[in-house]
C-alpha cells in the first residue's frame, strides 16, 4: 500500500514539474505574461479605460475626443456670456452614467484655460477639488472670498448636499451641476438644461477604432461584424463600448487568437451582462424599486421595505424577482443581502425611464 502511494506521490511531481516547463515554452511561444492581454495585440497601454477625456493630462487625448462638439461649444458659449452678466446663473448637464459628461466638462475646462478663464471642478461625492490642483478635501476648498468665472459640480448626489455647494458658490457667474437623471431636477432650480444624447453606433465604432490606433494596434485586430455589435450593445454609451471591447479582447486573448471576433464579442456580452437588447418588462411597482435602485446604487431588503413603506419580506420577493430577471446581482456583506444593478441594465434603465436625456 506504503509502494503504490509513493508510486503516486512520484507520479504527481512528475506532471507538476512538466507544467513548469509548459508554462516557460508558451512563453516562449507567445513572448507576453498572460495578464498583459494589451501587449499579445500589440498595443502600447489598455487603450479601453473608461477614463474621461482631459487634455490638461494630455494634449494628444483630443484626438480621441468623438462628436460631443456641439456640446462642448454651447457650455463655452454660456461661460462667456456669464463672464459678462451681472448675476450668476446654473446650467445641468444631464445624462446617463458613462455618456460623455465628465470629458465635455474637461474639454471645456482646458479650452477655458487657453482663454484666460478661471475655473474649478468639484466632485461633491468624493468631496474633492478635481481641478485646479493644490486643495485639500473639503472644506479646505480656498478661502469663501475666492471668485471663479464657473465651477463645476460633478457626480452631484445626494441633492443636499448639492444644495449646500449651490448656496456656498452663488457668488460666481455661472455653476454647472453634471449628473445623470432628470429627476434631480424637480428638486433643483436650473437656468438651462443640456441633455447628453447617446452616440450613433458609428461613432462608437470610430471611438473604439481611435482607441486602438492611438495605443499602437492595428484596427484589423477586430472584425467588422465584432466592432458593430460592440457598438450595437453599448446603447450609445462610450463607457459601455469600450468596457465591453477590453472584455472581448481579453476573452480572444486567452483563447490564443490574433484577432477579435463576433463569438467573442457574444460571449463577453452574455458573461458580462452587455445583451441587453430584449425588451425589459416592468410592473409599476418594479419600476419604483428600480429607481430606488439606480439612487441608491447597494439595497437591502430592509433598505427598500423603509424606502417604499413595504413590509421586508415583500421587499426580498421584489428583489429577488428583479434579480431571476436578469437585471440584479446579489452580494453579501456579512449576513445581510445587498442587491445592485448590472452595469449596462443600470444605463439602459436610465435611458427608457428617463427619456427626456435621449
Not at 18 to 46: C, H
Not at 155 to 160: C, G, I, K, L
Amino acid at each position: 500500500m506504503l509502494h503504490m502511494y509513493q508510486g503516486l506521490v512520484l507520479a504527481l511531481k512528475k506532471q507538476i514539474l512538466k507544467a513548469f516547463e509548459r508554462g516557460e515554452e508558451k512563453i516562449e511561444e507567445v513572448g507576453v505574461y498572460p495578464s498583459t492581454w494589451y501587449q499579445f495585440f500589440g498595443f502600447s497601454s489598455d487603450p479601453f479605460k473608461p477614463s474621461p477625456i482631459d487634455p490638461l493630462e494630455k494634449a494628444e487625448s483630443l484626438d480621441l475626443f468623438v462628436d460631443r462638439t456641439a456640446e462642448v461649444e454651447e457650455v463655452a458659449e454660456l461661460i462667456g456670456m456669464a463672464k459678462k452678466t451681472s448675476h450668476s446663473f446654473n446650467l445641468a448637464i444631464v445624462g446617463a452614467e458613462g455618456i460623455g459628461k465628465r470629458s465635455i466638462i474637461r474639454v471645456v475646462n482646458a479650452f477655458a484655460l487657453e482663454k484666460g478663464y478661471k475655473g474649478m471642478i468639484y466632485n461633491v461625492e468624493g468631496d474633492e477639488v478635481i481641478y485646479p490642483g493644490g486643495y485639500e478635501k473639503s472644506p479646505a476648498m480656498g478661502p469663501p472670498e475666492e471668485k471663479w468665472n464657473y465651477v463645476v459640480l460633478e457626480n452631484s448626489t445626494p441633492v443636499e448636499r448639492v444644495k449646500n455647494y449651490i448656496q456656498r458658490f452663488l457668488g460666481n457667474p455661472i455653476l454647472i451641476i453634471s449628473f445623470w437623471t432628470p429627476e434631480q431636477l424637480i428638486d433643483l432650480e436650473f437656468d438651462r438644461e443640456l441633455h447628453i444624447q447617446p452616440m450613433k453606433s458609428d461613432e462608437i465604432e470610430d471611438l473604439i477604432v481611435l482607441r486602438i490606433e492611438d495605443a499602437g494596434g492595428k484596427k484589423e485586430s477586430i472584425t467588422r461584424d465584432a466592432l458593430e455589435l460592440i457598438a450595437k450593445n453599448s446603447l450609445g454609451v462610450p463607457k459601455l463600448g469600450l468596457k465591453l471591447a477590453r472584455y472581448s479582447f481579453d476573452l480572444a486573448f486567452r483563447k490564443r487568437k490574433d484577432v477579435v471576433d463576433l463569438e467573442d464579442v457574444k460571449e463577453a456580452s452574455s458573461r458580462f451582462g452587455y445583451d441587453t437588447r430584449e425588451e425589459i418588462k416592468l410592473t409599476t411597482k418594479e419600476k419604483e424599486i428600480v429607481k430606488f435602485l439606480l439612487k441608491k446604487r447597494d439595497l437591502s431588503p430592509p433598505d427598500l421595505a423603509e424606502e417604499a413603506s413595504i413590509d421586508r419580506v415583500i421587499a426580498w420577493k421584489y428583489l429577488e424577482r428583479l434579480r431571476d430577471k436578469g437585471l440584479l446581482e446579489k452580494e453579501y456583506h456579512g449576513k445581510t443581502s445587498y442587491f445592485r444593478l448590472r452595469e449596462a441594465y443600470a444605463v439602459k434603465l436610465q435611458l427608457e425611464l428617463y427619456p427626456k436625456g435621449v
